[in-house]
């Protein structure tokens, strides 16, 4: 009879006009790290700005004082050049909108106060272009003080040069009418094409072609006089000079050089090609460059050119006076460039696909710039993420004094500056800025846990923890710089060779997988969970040596006959030995618990005022005291028959069968995709979203484990919580909640190791759920007059009263209703920022499996608000998405390799809008499935999403 009154009078939860009060806006802050599909990279050497762009029309431009201009273009960006006389910057991009031959499209942006505004978009090539086959060969910025325009060279022998100001009309260099057509080597026009140029700095008037790769000529414009000529039976791959435009150095494809000086005009010119490794089969060398150094001593650097038989892939070979060196990167080099200051090379910069790489050519060892920008934070995959709103200011000091002093002591690091550094001196006043920071902490493959520092500007690398020093076999590339030395002995006259840059893939254990990490924001410790069942916790610290390690068996297996148990994955061990610990963490009481069977860790928490460390796998959870060195509680979920079977199958539980699903699955998408496409259809987001691979089946009660299935006792949550479950006590105590897959809660009462009772881990309360989802999250509401209990499982929203835990009537079926499942849930506290007020509201944040936020109201589940942020296929983006206390957002791009930071906060308004300031987050300005309207802001690459959120004066009926 309620329900039908409730139907007819009216809902409480009805959103009315006059009711509407505040919003919750969600805007996109800023990204940080590598992006991806890079294709070119510039440098201002007057300003210090560094340019970077992809072949999905993005352009990053970094100022001095780190600050970040972002812009997006149609069309893929082939180069970037900058204009230091004019404070212009040129992109080059690739537009086949007209002909086949005019490849090119140029946009022209000024700098003015940290931003970029449009001079002119516009096709400065001629017709006559247009009517012929012609096409550009070559690029070649001239960029002096009095002259800063592009040079382009055709397959005609023609330049055309364009200005920076638009008032300045085009210059063009007719081969026809020049002393080149006289010459023997370029009658016919194949031989024609411009691949290279080069501009006396001194007189611009004497220029250095390279005509089809095989024939140089020095030419004088003014007098109309060819000065030199030098033809080769090898391709050329570049040509460089230096600032007096009188040596020259050439580089072939048969990994050989060519060096000659311009001193004597109508000279012959005497070509003997040369090699700085003995043999005869090098590699190809496909870019050469030369400076000098303070003594001046010559600088020799160039990609490639090294033995056949030399184990280097992407190798960068530096060269000056006594000293020489051999960079070897993990990936593919793009570009690189010396940065010069006064005539004098101060830097390398190395643009490789996956990293940016800078090297300090005026430290002694050759060493790298550590980035402030442009980290990669792929170059060991993320295998999980946190992020930290509540840190405190003391502990945030003490990670960037360690940080500081790290650096200075690094055997792989520069201690020198940044060298653009310099160059925002006189902008030192906007870091001061007061500025929210967050860490985010992420966990990676080969065993590493990195300490972000993240906030509106600066993205920079705190500290990193390498837990792989903790195990037997761990050698460190700082101990043993030139251990690939011992690989090159049977070659001589090799240089040292050395990894270039931290982008390493690969890992040489997969069990240092870091699975899971728990970080304790007030004492800056935190603990991690390993592949292969390894639990540690880390503190901070200065300097010291540190004993051997102690080993805690976690016996999950204790209750059953271990006769026949063969565990397929085999235990890391810990060092037996000392260790020197360097600043930054170091294992807290010299303790490693060990799981047994070594499968991987699925659950993982920490209480530092205890010193308990909880932890969970597929086979149940234990609790141990870190402090103390010893087990509380071992409690197996899985029965001993299933332990076994498990055990001795495959203890790691990879499931080949869940995987041939899932790759059938994959192959089915890609099929039934390609089928419509050539129906001429086009599926929309919200149709795909919304399509059905399989049909709707019932939750299996007793999965097998053997068949591929997920058991029932895998522990998906474990939090330790300060709160009051019991109504005979009046003062706080410390409760452990576990959430398991099979939708069970168990909460334990955690005694401090001064209590008189043996009984240190006492089950309280168990609560199973009778839809049995697996449970996603476990939060308290601590509010008058009673405090409340949440349990989110994949399917609803449930919660319960405190102390008695009674079932409440807030709830919510998010699956039956949504048709999304629960990933990930936390409260959040939001702020308005129009009312400029210190006052919060609380609201559920609630991430699902289909790239959906839902903002939900501790007080009505019905007044709620969904915002869809990435693809419903994004599944990278979805499961590293995090969310702090503070409503920030964070999550990685498909990739890998950066991180979207979303903010959500209160205004006020009445219309419901959404706008985004910045075109596009991926190829062809697509912006993951958002309705928007806005224009391009170009304001240090912020992005702007707003979505409204009504707060409601209501009467609630269930209350």
Known sequence: MFRYLRSRIGNSYEIKDSEQKDVVSCKKIATYGFPQRVSCFALSKSFGFLAIGTR??????????????????????????????????????NDLTKTKFALYRFFFYKIVNNELKLIKDYDPIPNEIYNSSQSFKCCICLNENESSALLLGTSFGNIYTIWASPSTSNFSFNFQNTALSKVEELKTQQNR???????????ENKIVLLFNN?????????????????????????????????????????????DFNLTDENSEIILKQKGYFEGNNFTRMSKILISKNESFEQFVIFSGGVPDDLECQNP????????????????????????????????????????????????????????????????????????ISDISEQILSLFEQISIERKNYSKIFSSNKWPLEQFGEDQIALKTVAQDSFLIITGHDNGNVCVWKANDLNFNLLLVCNTAKEFEGYQSEEENPQKNEENNKSIKHIPPIRKGGIFDPFSDDHRLCIQKIYFDSKSGTFAVGGQAGQLMVFETLWKRTSPANQLLLIDMTSGNSTENLKANESAIQPRNSQLNYEHGFCLYNNVIAQFKPPIPVTAI???????????????????????????????????????????????????????????????????????????????????????QEREITQRSRNPNALDGETPNSLIKILNFETCILSPFNTHQEVYLFVGTQGGAVLIHLIRPDACVNTERCQLIKEIRLRHHAPIAAIELLHQ????????????????????????????????????????????????????????????????????????????????????????????????????????????????????????????????????????????????????????????????????????????????
């Open 316 to 387: 960068i070979c530096i060269f000056c006076g006594d000293n020489s060196l051999i960079l070897n990167f993990d990936s593919e080099i793009i570009n690189f460039e010396i940065f010069e200051e006064k005539g004098v090379a101060k830097a390398l910069f190395v643009l490789c696909q996956d990293e940016l790489v800078a090297i300090d050519l005026k430290d002694s060892l050759w060493r790298m710039f550590s980035l402030p920008y442009l980290y990669p934070i792929h170059s060991s995959p993320v295998t999980c993420v946190l992020a």
């Open 56 to 93: 999905d029309g993005r352009l990053q431009i970094y100022t001095p004082n780190c600050s970040q201009i972002n812009i997006q273009i149609e069309f893929p960006i082939i180069s970037v050049y900058f204009l230091d006389s004019s404070k212009t910057i040129i992109i080059r991009c």
């Open 193 to 203: 094409s411009i691949t290279d140029i080069c501009i006396n700095s001194l007189n």
């Open 784 to 959: 008058q007059p009673n405090s409340r209990l949440l349990i989110f499982s994949e399917e609803q929203i449930r919660s319960f009263t405190m102390p008695n835990l009674k079932s409440f009537t807030f709830k919510y079926r998010m699956t039956a209703i949504e048709g999304s499942r629960i990933r990930k849930a936390t409260t959040v506290l939001l702020n308005n920022e129009t009312k400029k007020t210190s006052n919060s509201e609380k609201f559920l944040a609630v991430t699902t499996n289909r790239g959906e936020i839902f903002f939900i109201s501790p007080t009505n589940p019905k007044c709620l608000h969904k915002i869809s942020f990435v693809q419903p296929n994004n599944t990278i983006g979805i499961f590293s998405t995090v969310i702090t206390r503070k409503g920030q957002i964070f999550y990685l791009n498909p990739g890998g390799s950066e991180f979207i930071r979303l903010g959500s906060h209160l205004t006020s308004g009445t219309d419901i809008e959404c706008n985004i300031v910045e075109t596009g987050l991926g190829c062809n300005g697509a912006t993951n499935g958002l309705e928007c309207n806005g224009k391009n802001r170009g304001d240090l690459g912020f992005f702007e999403y707003s979505f409204k959120y009504f707060k409601i004066n209501h009467f609630n009926l269930f209350l």
């Open 605 to 691: 928490s920490w209480n530092f005022n205890l010193g308990v460390l909880a932890a969970g796998n597929e086979f149940g959870y234990a609790v141990c005291s870190i402090r103390e060195r010893k087990l509380l509680l071992i409690k197996t979920l899985m029965s001993s028959q299933d332990v076994l079977q498990i055990s001795n199958k495959d203890s790691a539980l990879s499931r080949f069968k869940s995987v041939k699903k899932s790759i059938r699955q994959s192959f089915r998408r890609k099929k039934q995709t390609a089928e419509q496409l050539e129906n001429g259809g086009i599926i929309s987001a919200q149709q795909n979203r919304h399509r």
């Open 214 to 258: 095989f024939v140089i000529i020095v030419f004088d414009n003014a007098k109309n006089v060819v000065l030199n000529k030098i033809v080769v039976s090898c391709a050329i791959t570049s040509i460089c000079n230096d600032s007096s435009f009188q040596s020259f150095f050439c580089s072939f494809s048969n990994g050989f050089y060519f």
